[in-house]
């Protein structure tokens, strides 16, 4: 992610949370955590322009507003106090992809929101020649036939980062580095998973998360806000003793078996994921700077998920 992209989510995590605690606080007691992540939302909110700043908050307000209709128990009163926070980026690197969490201490109740800025991207992992993705992404380590495929690729280059290449200057940069390092990544998954029955549900929660959420995503262009749920281990939505749901969220039921995994048709470097239970992702790779490196990053996206998943559009109000 470029260095704005990642100014941009962050400024629209700062206004995200700041729109959730003025319209919760018209009903209940509310407080931020002024944590060193909501230092780090706020500068990024005070470098965008007035007219920016406009378009995030219409997008935030809508987005909350159907957030608040699908959980009960923010609205719920008590005597407690309803807490916010951001969460630092590194509790990613954990399997917890939630940037804000919403939370109640006293009955011990928490929910979180992933937001993304106009883009729908899953993940940004990487793949390098000492980076074990097997190990990382669902705790098995990768065999050493693996390493042995990829072993060229990355000596390759090393070679033409020592030389400081331009990407752009490798000709065949699809066919020799991009095919055969996705092919060795291909293999690989499909040998370890005949032999781990566990594989597919730890992948899925490295890819999706170790706690439910609701994904929102701004998308200025269509002046819509789209809101997600990924209630896969049943803990969105819940109600309370007084306020009951608008809406039921269902339960998502995670895939256990692969249907397919191959090139993406007419491509050297995309692979397409079926999955059974309705999900499906594509793994693209590529170079994340203008200058050969050692490592190769990941666009992974979901192109296909459950109709358990409720994905509510919702119209910005100007």
């Known amino acids: 992610m470029s260095s704005k992209s990642n100014n941009q989510g962050r400024a629209y995590e700062y206004i995200f949370l700041n729109v959730l605690f003025d319209e919760i606080s018209k009903i209940r007691e509310v407080w931020i955590e002024k944590n060193s992540s909501f230092s780090a939302s706020e500068k990024a909110w005070e470098t965008l322009s007035e007219e920016e700043k ?17 959980e009960p128990l923010i609205f719920e009163k008590n005597n407690d106090t309803l807490n916010l926070k951001i969460q630092a980026d590194d509790n990613g690197k954990k399997g917890d992809v939630r940037d804000i969490i919403i939370m109640r201490e006293n009955i011990n109740w928490e929910i979180g929101l992933s937001l993304k800025h106009n883009h729908f991207a899953v993940k940004h992992s990487r793949l390098s020649k000492k980076l074990d993705f097997g190990k990382k992404w669902y705790n098995i380590s990768c ?19 020592r030389k400081k290449t331009l990407w752009k200057e490798i000709l065949n940069k699809d066919k020799d580095v991009y095919f055969p390092l996705l092919e060795a990544f291909k293999i690989e998954i499909l040998k370890q998973n ?8 730890n992948m899925l929660k490295y890819l999706l998360g170790k706690f439910d959420f609701y994904k929102v995503i701004s998308i200025d262009t269509k002046r ?43 491509s050297l470097n995309t692979l397409e ?4 239970n309705g ?22 996206q979901i192109v296909g998920m459950p109709t358990s998943i409720i994905s509510i559009d919702s119209k910005w109000k100007i």
């Not at 005949?194 to 549900?201: H, N, P, S, V, W």
């Open 54 to 70: 406009e378009i995030y908050k219409l997008s935030a307000l809508t987005g909350v507003n159907t957030v608040l209709d699908l």
């Open 279 to 300: 999900w499906q992702f594509t793994f693209r790779i590529h170079n994340a700077s203008s200058k050969v490196e050692t490592s190769l990053k990941f666009d992974i």
């Open 224 to 266: 819509i806000t789209r809101v997600q749920s990924y209630n896969l281990y049943g803990t969105l939505n819940q109600e309370g003793v007084h306020k009951k749901r608008k809406i039921e969220i269902p339960i998502v039921l995670l895939p256990n078996r692969i249907v397919s995994l191959d090139f993406k048709p007419g």
């Open 143 to 161: 065999s050493e036939e693996y390493w042995k495929k990829v072993k060229p690729i990355f000596d390759f280059l090393e070679e033409e980062k």
């Open 194 to 201: 005949k032999e781990e029955i566990g594989l597919l549900e």
């Open 273 to 276: 994921l079926y999955l059974n």
